[in-house]
């Protein structure tokens, strides 16, 4: 045998109070059209949605009094899902790629890391180029800067610098986002 919870509070998968669950005296009641038909007790309100054959359905909890809807509840919680779901798949996930590189690096690879970047820019993704200093190479921070200013110049007509290239710890990195 099931013992069911009767506490009033809102259940996380539905946000709304339908029809007994609601715990005001008085409610304002908007019918199905949308137009008000007035304030009312809840047994009353219950009783005009039953007559129509739908639910009453608490809305707006926090006004005095609390406004409630003669809806069919089951399809206004369908619409709110689908409302969510659509929300879900409109947003836009950027992905960061990061090109590591050092400041002795070989013209053949880096010509490989530039067409990588492309490849990612024009791929939609951001890339975060890094050049990363070893040992006493920190004290060669304007070959980093020089070899930077550089990648900066030679991507310059597919993508361009989110923030300007800075040094963090024994790295120097920049953000590149498409044109």
């Known amino acids: 045998m099931k013992i069911k ?22 409610i304002k009641v908007i019918d199905q059209e ?25 809305v707006s909890p926090n006004t005095n009094p609390p406004v409630c809807k003669i809806a ?47 490849d990612f820019i024009t791929k939609g993704c951001k890339v975060k180029i890094s050049i990363r200093m070893k040992g006493r190479e920190i004290t060669h921070r304007e070959i980093a ?11 310059s007509d597919f993508a361009k610098t989110e923030f300007n290239p800075k040094l963090e710890g024994m790295q120097y990195s920049v953000i590149l986002v498409k044109c």
């Open 145 to 155: 800067e020089k070899m930077m200013s550089d990648i900066i110049e030679s991507v």
């Open 34 to 58: 949308g137009s008000l038909i007035g304030t009312m007790s809840v047994s009353d309100g219950i009783k005009k949605a039953q007559a129509a054959s739908l639910d009453l359905v608490e």
């Open 72 to 118: 069919n509840f089951g399809k206004m919680k369908y619409e709110l899902q689908k409302k969510q779901s659509d929300a879900k798949k409109k947003q836009k996930i950027v992905d960061i790629k990061e090109v590591k590189m050092t400041i002795n690096i070989g013209k053949g690879d880096y010509d490989v890391k530039l067409k990588h970047t492309k």
């Open 5 to 26: 919870n009767s506490s009033n509070t809102k259940n996380i998968n539905n946000p709304y109070r339908i029809n007994s669950e609601i715990t005001a005296d008085e």
